[in-house]
């Protein structure tokens, strides 16, 4: 019983103890990335296409593992880009052709994001219907026109950091260059 108990008193210990391990708490500057991240005032937020904590869709690719290992300045060129690898130009047998993303492909069914739609349309087709998907050569990625500012960046990397490693450090604008 004695054994019980102590082991019983242990793991509540333990498990009381487990928050002191947690991630840091979020900072002004995490918080004001964040709000970019799913509110833009300039235009597509990152949320449009890209899902983070919960928030957004996951349309675009998954930022945790890329924010987790690239650093700012490759971050802040990855968002920059103006083509991305993913999109394709994709032309129906009907003559209709759009920006879209492959989400999937189950037999003789596609399922594509329509990215010429805001916010984007996922379309199951055929693949009979499909008469080709090219590299994207007119899609540009949303923030190359949106004009944030340094400090923007480096607010949006911050939160892309925080939210994909629990740690909050604080990205200068001079460690996008």
Request: charged fraction near 15%; proline fraction near 6%.
């Amino acid at each position: 019983m004695k054994q019980t108990l102590l082991c019983a008193l242990l793991l509540a210990g333990f498990t009381v103890a487990l928050p002191l391990f947690a991630a840091d708490a979020p900072t002004e500057q995490t918080q004001r990335g964040k709000e970019l991240f799913l509110h833009s005032p300039k235009g597509l937020a990152c949320a449009t296409c890209h899902s983070l904590e919960g928030n957004g869709n996951a349309i675009g690719p998954d930022l945790t593992r890329l924010a987790s290992v690239v650093g700012p300045k490759g971050l802040v060129m990855t968002i920059q880009m103006s083509m991305t690898a993913y999109v394709q130009q994709i032309e129906l047998q009907n003559g209709r052709s759009f920006p879209g993303i492959q989400k999937s492909k189950e037999g003789d069914i596609l399922e594509v994001y329509d990215l010429s739609k805001t916010p984007a349309v996922l379309l199951h087709l055929k693949s009979s219907d499909v008469a080709s998907m090219k590299p994207n050569t007119a899609w540009s990625h949303p923030p190359t026109s949106a004009g944030y500012t340094p400090q923007e960046f480096a607010d949006i990397i911050a939160y892309l950091k925080f939210a994909s490693t629990g740690v909050a450090k604080e990205v200068k604008v001079t460690d996008l260059h």
